[in-house]
């Protein structure tokens, strides 16, 4: 028997938990929800949730003492997952109001080029870029479900799992070693989404260091 | 490319869903979240509760169902009926919808939409808009409240532009003339708005076959299709519906699925 994967949902205010933490749970995960830095102790992933403004949202993050501790933990290789906003605050500067973020991945994040309609709402299609184990049992343009106006512009294009057109097209699934960002909902993307969150589950299991051998 | 939405409607009304639901081997044909649960796995690109509960005191109730719905149901969750104000539409997104629609609260309350859309973004605010046709005026409708019991003397298209300047994310645009007759949508109605206004648009009222929906979105341009009836009754299904448009060219997410 595995241990469930100890997740901390980083709760800062923006916007509801309550279906990441349904979906994770679901699925087996060991769920807590993190609002001080003395929360995220235990966790294998730290997970961003989050709808809104980049400047508001890094503004309550600071005044709960959660970005040193955040970017500490991932570079010293905790999980991260960051999901619509939390993934967008994965990189450096936001061009919506020019929010200085967690700066863990090189780029910036952009208005979505070229959209008909903003915020980009409803289900779009992933273009498959690269194969990764989170898309594992995934086909090439499955739907998930977006809302959102601004997209995160990856300075190394290697770190682009899948794009999504709405218009121009951005970067829709960004994974970077430990680091995984959804622009979309998986835990709004029915049967799909749930399964590239177990995708990403069984990574981080599959990560865990092997037992300590019993030496003679 | 954004795909077409089919969004199934569940009326509530003291918690329990009205309006006959069959689904021969549901053990509670009335509880919204099982039938929520279902409408997902067959393939519901978003679910939509409509609460028709008269009395205030039903509003825990509403919320409770909220809540369990989400728990279990992996697609968009939209929820109406008896939103007044700001505060109403906080505990509905923090029992975990993701859309809320406002109809007779915003005609009551203009400021309405926009406050709640500067509180909890335009994503979320959806004015839904019950239009009757004025008879001798082709071209003209006017919005009506209270389950389109009670005319309100404003012309439909200037109302929905003036919710959408006010931050509404998304139109639900009934019409009151072919709402329960299942002769199809009003096309013109949808073709006007949906010239007009940059957000998206549901079409509702009317929807009887699979060529109905099909012609909401080739001929009206609506974004995405809201139905009761037919499959409550399980005249269509929502797979069957969803397999009709795509068959028509219609960009459907196909195989979709809950959990």
Known sequence: ?216 | MLLKRVIPCLDVKDGRVVKGVRFVDLTDEGDPPELAKRYAEAGADEICFLDITAAPEGRGTLLDIVERTASQVFVPLSVGGGVRSAQDMRDVLRAGADKVAVNTAAVDDPDLVKSCARRFGNQCVVISVDARAVPGQTGRWEVVVQGGRKPTGLDAIEWIDRCVENGAGEVLLTSIDRDGTQEGFDIELLRIVTERVRVPVIASGGAGTPADMIAAVTEGNADAVLAASIFHRDIHSIDAVKADMAAAGVPVRLGGGNA
């Not at chain 1, 929360?39 to 970005?67: C, D």
């Not at chain 1, 970017?71 to 619509?84: D, L, Q």
Request: overall charge negative; proline content about 7%.
């Open chain 1, 1 to 216: 028997m595995t241990e469930p994967i100890r997740v901390a949902v980083v709760d800062y205010g923006a916007g509801n938990l309550v279906s990441i933490r349904n979906a994770l749970r679901q699925l087996g995960a060991d769920v807590s929800v993190a609002e001080t830095p003395g929360q995220l102790k235990g966790a294998e992933v730290i997970l961003v949730p989050g709808v809104g403004a980049s400047e508001a949202a890094m503004g309550r993050l600071r005044r709960q003492g959660l970005v040193e501790p955040i970017v500490e933990r991932v570079r010293a290789g905790t999980w991260f997952v960051g999901i619509c906003l939390g993934l967008q605050l994965l990189f450096e500067t936001s061009h919506e109001d020019g929010a200085q973020m967690l700066g863990l991945l090189d780029g910036d994040v952009e208005v979505i080029p070229g959209a008909p309609s903003l915020p980009h709402i409803g289900w779009n299609r992933l273009e498959i870029q690269q194969q990764h184990p989170v898309l594992e049992g995934l086909a090439d343009g499955t739907p998930a479900y977006f809302v959102h106006s601004y997209v995160p512009v990856p300075a190394d294009p290697a770190a682009v799992v899948a794009e999504t057109e709405h218009g121009g097209r951005f970067a829709s699934l960004v994974a970077v070693d430990r680091i995984l960002g959804f622009q979309f909902h998986p835990e709004r993307s029915g049967r799909d989404g749930l399964r590239m969150l177990q995708n990403t589950l069984g990574l981080i299991a599959a990560d865990r260091p092997a037992p300590a051998e019993v030496t003679a």
